[in-house]
């Protein structure tokens, strides 16, 4: 009997094809990875009070800013924004403590750190704002290292 010889033909093409369609990985390069989402880095920094009539410091509390500083404390939140200012983090103001490590300087000034574990990345660029003293824009090359923001 007879077979069409249509139907091997079209197995001989759909073989040709496919052999054509090996993978970047397969030709020795890397293949192309699906888009994921940006990781989420961490965020620190320190608020400096550099106006030694604005906090007191004691043992217990460590400093606490007074008079028009005095929601720099222990426990003020620190936010982190995206460009449309949505919040994208967080965090809040870790004990003060006295710093004199400045050039020239006693222990004059008043540090309070903060970190924020998970901030996305691939923002472009970011607001930090501790307290509702206003936002401070920055680039994302600058928002992941060791920010500086001072008070006084």
């Known amino acids: ?44 920094g320190a608020l400096t009070l550099d106006d030694p009539a604005g906090f007191t410091w004691s043992s217990d509390t460590g400093c606490v800013g007074t008079g028009g500083y005095a929601d720099i404390r222990e426990g003020a939140q620190v936010v982190i924004t995206d460009a449309a200012g949505a919040t994208i983090g967080l965090g809040k103001l870790d004990q003060g403590k006295l710093d004199g490590t400045l050039p020239g300087r006693t222990a004059d000034i008043c540090k309070f750190t903060f970190h924020l574990a998970s901030v996305p990345s691939g923002k472009g660029f970011y607001g930090v704002e501790v307290a509702h003293r206003g936002t401070v824009q920055y680039p994302e090359d600058k928002v992941f290292g060791a920010l500086a923001l001072t008070l006084g």
């Open 1 to 44: 009997m007879i077979r069409p010889l249509l139907p091997a033909a079209a197995l001989v093409a759909l073989a040709a094809a496919l052999a054509g369609c090996a993978s970047a990985s397969d030709a020795g390069q890397p293949a192309a990875s699906a888009t994921t989402a940006p990781a989420n880095r961490g965020v620190a």
